[in-house]
RNA sequence: GCCCCCAUCGUCUAGAGGCCUAGGACACCGGCCUUUCAAGCCGGCAACAGCGAUUCGAAUUCGCUUGGGGGUACCA
């Protein structure tokens, strides 16, 4: 199997890449690298109506980020391109032509508003629906009749009346299909281009691909490629069909389950390596507990037999726990540089306080080990970039304190800072510690007040550090204000 | 409707006849740690869709039923 896997991904530009079909990308990506293979991307811009403009970037990009590179394809060549279909459309027609000359595949006149109602009179019938083969034996008169009207025709292909397709599908096993289920399905539209059955399966053979590793979606259209490859000679690859990725209800992933697409991911601050690892497991797993794969030894490990035949459901909770395992992972520097882009996000323009590199370093490490994500950071760390701290008031009252008591423990607590020389966590755990008993409160309370009157919050880092990094005269300002509110 | 695929905790999954009073992970619930929150550690909750058959023995094999998904386009 070595030295000759080539498999590709083949998306088609009408939208931006949804987790489902970057799944696909990854697995075939895996099956690839583990046999030192080719992994091959083609566009299947076939249909010409639901194209959209930025969708071929949008899916290139997306690979790029998770670390997906392509050996053959867009931007990088080959030596089977072009790998978009909208520049091999002669290939197309001619092989479409040569079945025709074959007999086995004929022109088909028929209108769409034809075909439209003779369907919803198979359905009012409860007939299975199906093109009723009326163009299938034309004589050569009637074909001359049609043109001489000026209509262009559509190619289809002629399925076999009985018999049946079989085919061993590397993850499912057999599957058998009656051919009297198959339509006369359409090759080439009017507007001269491919169908996607057509398309994919002579530029599979042009290319050279060994495997084809697509979503269970494709199942049923299996045997007309199958039939497609006789018809022409080809011999056909292997194939294996992924299970299904759904959404929350068990139905097809779609908008209405939050966020589909993988930009909206990198977005939120997922990082790839854990995008990566996550999408790996939904499908596949390598035994009964390893959860956390690196990419190398996902490719060392990654194999067909270990798919799954179960569709899958996108587990949002399990992907942030794994991302806040790669976050907590990464070094200092690493999550220095990954946080960038996200820090300022949710603080108002102009009330960013004016910080340091240095002070950013020194926030970082507070934040690392409480973030699933990036975005989940700029909130995180909100407070030590503003000084308008909102929050409510009556927070700087903990349990079974009083009104006066906080404002005494503030007080005392301004007091004893502003004398304090050496403002790190070890100093001002030396002087608060103390103070709470001399005020007669548990350390829960006078910290409690504290905290909130620096962070603005009930839940934050660890008190002496936060105030530490924030700095002597930050905090003193703050719990000032704090005095003010009370 | 017809065709095809699938069926283990809420979710992702391990399990390829006895190792299963079904294992791991996420989520959830307790506890420990602790100045809060996280993290970590310990513990708990929770599943073989149903019915038949084969077998000394079935989550694992077979059949049926039910349920879910996909396909049934001049979309991919």
């Not at 907590?328 to 996000?345: D, G, I, K, S, W």
């Not at 009157?453 to 550090?465: K, M």
Request: with cysteine.
């Amino acid at each position: 199997m070595n030295k000759s896997v080539r498999v590709r991904y083949a998306p088609s530009p009408t939208g931006y890449p949804h987790v489902g079909n970057i799944r696909t990308a990854l697995f075939n990506w895996l099956f690839a690298r583990h046999h030192g293979g080719s992994f091959i991307v083609r566009i299947e811009d076939t249909d010409v109506t639901r194209k959209v403009k930025g969708a071929v970037k949008g899916i290139l990009d997306g690979l790029r980020w998770l670390g997906l590179d392509w050996d053959e394809g867009p931007e990088v060549g080959g030596k089977y391109g072009p790998y978009f279909q909208s520049q091999r459309l002669e290939i197309y027609s001619e092989l479409a032509e040569r079945l025709i000359s074959q007999g086995d595949a004929y022109y088909c006149y028929c209108s769409p508003q034809r075909l439209k109602e003779m369907r919803a009179e198979q359905v009012k019938r409860k007939q299975p629906p199906g093109y009723d083969r009326l163009c299938r034996d034309l004589t050569q008169e009637e074909r001359a009749q049609k043109e001489t009207e000026g209509i262009t025709p559509v190619i289809r292909f002629k399925a076999p009346l009985g018999g049946q397709t079989r085919f061993n599908d590397l993850i499912r096993g057999e599957v058998v299909f009656d051919n009297n289920t198959i339509d006369d399905f359409i090759l080439l539209k009017s507007d001269g281009y491919p169908t996607y059955h057509l398309a994919s399966v002579i530029d599979d053979h042009l290319m050279e691909i060994s495997h084809v590793l697509r979503a269970e979606e494709w199942l049923s259209s299996t045997p007309r490629h199958l039939l497609l490859y006789r018809a022409l000679g080809f011999e056909p690859p292997q194939f294996a069909h992924l299970p299904m990725l759904l959404g929350s209800d068990r139905s097809k992933l779609s908008k209405r389950h939050g966020a589909v697409s993988i930009t909206e991911y990198r977005e939120q601050g997922y990082l790839p390596e854990a995008m990566v690892n996550f999408l790996a497991l939904l499908g596949w797993s390598l035994d009964d507990r390893t959860e956390i794969l690196s990419r190398e030894e996902l490719i060392q490990s990654f194999s067909l037999e270990r798919i799954s035949r179960t569709a899958a459901i996108f587990n949002r909770d399990k992907l942030n726990w794994m991302n806040g395992v790669y976050i907590r992972n990464l070094t200092a520097v690493q999550f220095f540089e990954a946080v960038q882009p996200y820090l300022m996000m949710n603080i108002p323009a102009g009330e960013a306080l004016i910080s340091s590199e240095n002070y950013v370093r020194d926030i970082l490490p507070l934040i690392q080990e409480r973030a699933r994500t990036l975005a989940e950071v700029a909130e995180l760390a909100q407070f030590f970039f503003i000084d308008q701290l909102d929050y409510e008031s009556s927070l700087l009252v903990g349990k079974d304190m009083s009104h006066q008591s906080a404002i005494q423990a503030l007080e005392a607590a301004q007091q004893r800072l502003s004398q304090l020389e050496a403002f790190d966590a070890g100093s001002l755990e030396g002087v608060l510690r103390p103070l709470a008993v001399e005020l007669g409160l548990k350390t829960g309370q006078l910290f409690g007040t504290l905290r909130v009157a620096v962070t603005g919050r009930t839940a934050a880092p660890p008190l002496f550090q936060t105030m530490a990094v924030l700095g002597k005269e930050r905090c003193l300002r703050r719990i000032e204000a704090a005095l003010a509110r009370l």
